[in-house]
């Protein structure tokens, strides 16, 4: 028999264009939501996303939103209105890297990366709070760097490790009705950031794990639907690894 334990449920997927996102989306849809495909750039990959789901017999559509802004982050929001009386889930996962040594501070790098890391999630979950069902779920995309910063990458890990406050914070604020809020944690993983970097960096991560390989998105996306599932009831205000128990 099939499982189609989201069926009926309409869900938001931030950066579903491509990498980790896409794969939630492709996932969450395979379980019976209706899916909101976002972007950013990504318009084909959207597009690409949109056309796997609806040839698979589901439901989605397709809205370009910098999440970094807040009126384009209304805009989103009015589109989802448009096209749909009902929102459960919300992803987080829109979320950019990037670094440098603290003598080569760039202050344009740094307000991208709170403004699409931190105040992105912010402006979607202040948008979607008012909407979400009684039973909904946020689910933010944190990053195993704010576990384990290294050098150079302090700004990324600060925005992913401020993350956690965010699902601790809004878990108690939407708890009493029903709604529950929690962060994974990926290690290094591909589709996604990891495709850009040096082999060199992905042979690190690769090593740094037990299983001696880095995580795909599809695995990422496995921990998304258990959460988004009427079986994680109960878990609310957790961080969830997942990171084959690698040490970085
Ligand atoms: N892959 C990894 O190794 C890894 C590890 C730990 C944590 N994570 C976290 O997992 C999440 C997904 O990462 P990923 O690997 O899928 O990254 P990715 O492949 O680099 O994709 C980044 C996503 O963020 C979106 N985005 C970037 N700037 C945006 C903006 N201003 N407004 C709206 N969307 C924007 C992009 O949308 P467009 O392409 O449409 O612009 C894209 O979908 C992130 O939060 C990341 O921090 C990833």
Redesign the pocket.
């Known amino acids: 028999m099939t499982s189609i334990p989201l069926s009926g449920k309409v869900a938001l997927v ?10 939630i989306a492709l996932r969450l849809a395979a379980a019976g939501a209706s899916i909101v495909v ?6 084909a ?2 597009a690409a996303t949109v056309d796997e789901i609806v040839a698979a017999g589901g439901e989605a559509i397709r809205v ?6 807040r009126s ?1 982050v209304e805009q989103l929001f009015g589109a989802i209105d448009q096209h749909f009386d009902r929102l459960d889930i919300v992803v ?6 990037g670094g440098g040594s603290l003598a080569d501070l760039d202050e344009e790098q740094l307000e ?1 990366m709170l ?3 931190l105040r ?1 999630p912010l402006y979607i979950a202040a948008e979607a709070a008012s909407r979400l069902r009684d039973g909904g779920r946020i689910i ?6 704010g576990e384990f910063p290294m050098a150079g990458a302090g700004i ?1 890990s600060a ?2 490790v401020a ?1 956690k406050s965010f699902t601790e914070s809004w878990a108690k604020e939407l708890g009493r009705r029903g709604v529950t809020v929690n962060t ?14 040096p082999q060199e960096t992905r042979a690190f ?1 690769e090593q740094a794990s037990p299983f001696g390989r ?2 795909t ?1 599809s695995e ?1 996306a496995a921990v998304v639907a258990f959460l988004a599932s009427p079986e994680a009831s109960w878990v609310s205000g957790a961080h969830i690894l997942a ?1 084959g128990a690698a040490s970085t």
Do not use: C
Request: glycine share 18%.
């Open positions: 931030t950066g579903a264009g491509r990498g980790i996102g896409k794969q976002h972007f950013s750039g990504s318009e990959g959207a370009r939103a910098d999440i970094s802004k384009e987080n996962s829109a979320g950019v890297s991208w403004g699409v890391n992105g933010n995309l944190s990053s195993s760097l990324y925005t992913k993350i994974v944690i990926p290690g290094a993983t591909a589709p996604g950031m990891m495709d850009r970097a991560f880095i995580g998105a990422v990171n």
